[in-house]
């Protein structure tokens, strides 16, 4: 997995920066209750998508377990980002009217570290709230590019954000399925060198950096015509779970 400490610098520049960022926060919003006046933002990462969130009567925390990740979201919002590990969340039982987690869950180690963070999230939500979470991640990245074409051979592991999986993880915690949304990952269409490049730096966590698989697919992804062409932009997906008022 990445170290997202040393990623901090330039991880908003990487995953599509401001447009990316609005997209995300126009969608959490979208799926949010009208009468809800405090979120959550498990995992905020720098604060790009947490600081557009935050505002219009919503009063926003954020919560992350990098430190310098959290050092760069309390610089856009100065007293609201908190450090802590979203297994086990700093906050008492029913916090907040509202949690998100934006990319998150596909980073975990699997369906029983998922289904732990999703029972946090939901332990800190009020009655009547709501949780929103992406699923699905990594195949958003799927577009039938040709780029695509030559990963085709990579070890893919079960996701832990699987949409089904994340409404079996909510379901254990008493949450129901609210609504769904979709939003465009601006600038993050792949090139074949950044993917490349993408490989050798452990982004693709089933692939040794280093090993005959990685090599292989850099002579494959080598070839391709275009190598400074983004291929098509991912869209990404957004749930949401409801926490029933009478609990």
């Known amino acids: 997995m990445l170290d997202y400490a040393k990623e901090a610098d330039r991880y908003d520049a990487s995953r599509g920066g401001e447009p990316r960022a609005d997209a995300a926060a126009d969608a959490v919003r979208g799926l949010l209750p009208p009468d809800a006046r405090t979120l959550l933002d498990v995992a905020c990462g720098t604060g790009l998508v ?6 219009a009567g919503l009063r926003v925390t954020g919560v992350d377990s990098a430190h310098t990740m ?3 979201a309390s610089g856009r919002l ?12 700093p906050f008492p039982d029913a916090s907040f009217d509202a949690v998100c987690a934006v990319w998150l869950l596909h980073l975990l180690s699997g369906a029983e570290e998922a289904a732990a963070v999703v029972a946090e999230c939901a332990r800190v939500l009020r009655p009547g709230g709501v949780f ?13 590019s040709d780029i695509d074409a030559v990963l085709a051979p990579r070890p893919v592991r079960p996701a832990a954000d699987r949409a089904q999986a994340v409404e079996t993880y909510a379901a254990a915690r008493g949450l129901i399925p609210a609504g769904r949304s979709r939003f465009q990952g601006h600038g993050q269409g792949r090139t074949p060198r950044s993917t490349v490049e993408d490989l050798h730096r452990g982004w693709f966590t089933q692939i040794p950096p280093d090993g005959p698989l990685a090599a292989r697919l850099t002579e494959g992804l080598a070839a391709l015509p275009d190598q400074e062409v983004p291929r098509p932009d991912p869209r990404f997906t957004v749930m949401s779970f409801r926490r ?3 609990w």
């Open 132 to 144: 929103v979470t992406t699923v699905d991640k990594a195949a958003a990245h799927d577009v039938g």
């Open 244 to 246: 029933p008022s009478a």
């Open 78 to 89: 100065p007293g609201a980002i908190v450090l802590g590990d979203s297994r086990s969340l």
């Open 70 to 72: 959290a050092r760069m």
């Open 50 to 55: 947490t600081r557009r969130l935050a505002g």
